[in-house]
Nanobody
Framework: QVQLVESGGGLVQAGGSLRLSCAAS????????MGWFRQAPGKEREFVGTISRSGSSTIYADSVKGRFTISRDNAKNTVYLQMNSLKPEDTAVYYC???????????????????WGQGTQVTVSS
């Protein structure tokens, strides 16, 4: 069992930055690929990116590529989402997820993950 708790959301002006954190419980954090997803009001959940178990590899959605960076610290059981050059269209609830499959697994990218956090709100004002 893995419990995930996101933090770091808030209100930021367009062009600004935020760093989200996702703290995981348990001693098997490094056994999971981690993903970030987001859901804006009235829209379906959207894939943001994933990171491999070791943290050496990442993939991103085109909409955030070059602006967002995912990293992880397995010693701290934490995965991060650094968001730069934020745009109003980045406004959403952001969720982290853990999956026992590969970080490039289609099931992970589709959001069919083993564990989810409760989400943290990010609001970008124009």
């Amino acid at each position: 069992q893995v419990q995930l708790v996101e933090s770091g959301g808030g209100l930021v002006q367009a062009g600004g930055s935020l760093r989200l954190s996702c703290a995981a419980s348990g001693r098997t954090f490094s056994s999971y690929a981690m993903g970030w997803f987001r859901q804006a009001p009235g829209k379906e959940r959207e894939f943001v990116g994933t990171i491999s178990r070791s943290g050496s590899s990442t993939i991103y959605a085109d909409s955030v590529k070059g602006r967002f960076t995912i990293s992880r610290d397995n010693a701290k059981n934490t995965v991060y989402l650094q968001m730069n050059s934020l745009k109003p269209e980045d406004t959403a609830v952001y969720y982290c997820a853990a999956d026992s499959g590969s970080y490039v697994s289609p099931t992970l990218i589709r959001g069919e993950c083993d564990y989810w956090g409760q989400g943290t709100q990010v609001t970008v004002s124009s």
